[in-house]
């Protein structure tokens, strides 16, 4: 590839980082560092009514954790930009007024009133996808002239040629093609002088040397409005791949109003997920990789990313497929590095102390230790180790199956003595402790430990029992242990 390769990912503050935006800014990210290119980052904040206040910052901040670095944006310059689009508007001036003097574009002074009762004919009439009519198309000098002498407020609208098939290699989807006369004279730039999505979106791409648009598919239909606009200019095209839709479990069309997952990256974040497998997973949305294998670095990603094999499918995302990945990265991680994922989050709920003595510390290390390879993000601590904070336990009916056992009381009472007698309360002494409560009473394995464990935890199945009983602590365990004898 002898041309720089530029890509750019676009997004509008109106919002926070969502899924479907993190998607299309990793796969421009890969595909920028696997040729050796440059990834950028552009603000389209021309929908001023709703910006959000906080929007461009979660964008870039988000990409950051996420590993997603970029070469050129707001914070960093470049020397393409500016690249907030409000602060481009004299930009796009230039450009209308060139397409006004070349005949491609054409000021229409219809109100909003008028079109509106215009498409509502058009429907009556059966017409599915009402186009403009094309009034203000063919006005003379003159009555142009006349109108602008009147005030009248006017947009500026694409004349759209007759007869013309936009045809493109999609990268995805292969060759794409759309007809002239199913678009209507789209509005370019609208009465307060703000350029509209697919004008601006042209001149940036132009000027700052695009040289491949990777987007999701839902503006495949924006393209030949895109492609009108490069031919207006007679500038060549950017190479451009439409990636398929992110559909949820039930196989619906992900939106921002579904509640079954979470939609946006601070959410992640706040929960204790690893930046790192995120951008993994993200990376599996709709591209799959030669082989078998799904746990890969950053750079081994950029290294083996090849945009024929981004899928013409929809990709599913599949909750338990992350948590099962971010599994994966947290047991690679030092114990001291899941501390600091989880202990903040037994602190937000009060299980914890803000500030911790120094035995607090050591005990909320073991705590986390003890769940370090079955935790799935930092926030699960809270539920995981819900049973050393609770005073009264409920079992359940796998719990009240393993207590009906005849043998039961036997081993909790001859447990309750040897708990007693411990003079140390560390995990080897509790193995010891067991020991000798299955020499003294003749039982084994299941009918063992398994009353042990139910009594003590309140759960059938949790982590090394001599380490759990330990960190309960003898006052608390004897507690347990003695309440049962009695009952």
């Avoid at 602060?87 to 070349?102: F, H, T, V």
């Avoid at 930092?378 to 393993?402: K, P, T």
């Avoid at 005849?406 to 909790?412: C, D, F, K, L, S």
Wanted: glycine share 6%; net charge negative; charged share 25%.
């Amino acid at each position: 590839m002898t041309q720089e390769v530029r890509v750019r990912y676009a997004p509008s503050p109106t919002g926070h980082l969502h899924i479907g935006g993190a998607r299309t800014a990793l796969f421009n990210y890969l595909y920028a560092r696997h040729h050796n290119g440059k990834f950028i980052v552009r603000i389209e904040d021309t929908d001023i009514a709703r910006n959000i206040e906080a929007g461009e910052l979660s964008q870039l901040d988000n990409l950051k954790w996420l590993g997603i670095d970029y070469d050129e944006s707001v914070d960093i310059g470049g020397e393409y930009g500016p690249y907030r689009q409000m602060e481009r508007l004299d930009i796009y001036k230039g450009y209308a007024a060139e397409m006004l003097e070349n005949g491609t574009a054409y000021k229409c002074f219809c109100t909003p009133e008028k079109l509106e009762a215009e498409r509502e004919a058009q429907k009556a009439s059966g017409i599915a996808a009402p186009q403009y009519a094309g009034t203000c198309r063919n006005l003379t000098a003159e009555e142009v002239a006349e109108k602008e002498a009147a005030g009248l407020p006017y947009t500026l609208r694409m004349k759209v040629p007759a007869d013309v098939t936009y045809e493109f290699e999609d990268l995805v989807r292969g060759t794409v093609s759309f007809e002239s006369k199913d678009v209507g004279d789209w509005v370019l730039v609208k009465t307060n002088g703000i350029p509209t999505y697919n004008f601006a979106v042209v001149i940036d791409d132009h000027l700052m040397k695009m040289t491949h648009i990777f987007r999701g598919e839902e503006h495949l239909s924006n393209t030949p409005k895109q492609l009108m606009v490069f031919d207006a200019f007679g500038w060549e095209y950017p190479s451009f791949g439409h990636m398929t839709l992110i559909i949820n479990e039930d196989r619906k069309k992900l939106s921002k109003r579904d509640e079954s997952i979470l939609q946006f990256i601070s959410q992640y974040k706040e929960l204790g997920y690893i930046p790192e497998a995120l951008f993994n997973f993200f990376a599996l949305l709709g591209w799959s990789p030669e082989g078998e294998e799904e746990i890969f670095s950053k750079e081994e990603l950029i290294r083996i990313f090849d945009v024929k094999r981004l899928s013409k499918s929809p990709s599913m995302f599949d909750k338990q497929k992350l948590m099962w990945m971010n599994n994966q990265y947290i047991k690679q991680l030092p114990l001291e590095e899941v501390v600091k994922l989880s202990l903040p989050h037994l602190q937000k709920v009060g299980k914890l102390p803000e500030t911790l003595t120094e035995e607090q510390a050591v005990w909320a290390e073991k705590l986390i230790a003890l769940y370090h390879d079955q935790m799935s993000f930092g926030a699960e601590i809270v539920e995981l180790s819900d049973l050393f904070f609770s005073d009264e336990l409920s079992y359940g009916e796998a719990e009240q199956e393993v207590l009906a056992g005849e043998q039961v009381p036997e081993v909790m009472a001859a447990f309750k003595e040897q708990l007693e007698s411990l003079e140390t309360f560390e995990p080897a002494e509790i193995k010891a402790a067991i020991k000798a409560v299955q020499k003294a009473t003749g039982h084994k394995g299941k009918n063992l430990f398994m009353p042990i464990r139910v009594v003590t935890t309140g759960q059938s199945h949790g982590p090394e029992l001599p380490d759990s009983i330990a960190l309960l602590g003898k006052e608390k365990s004897i507690a347990r242990v003695s309440q049962f004898v009695k009952a």
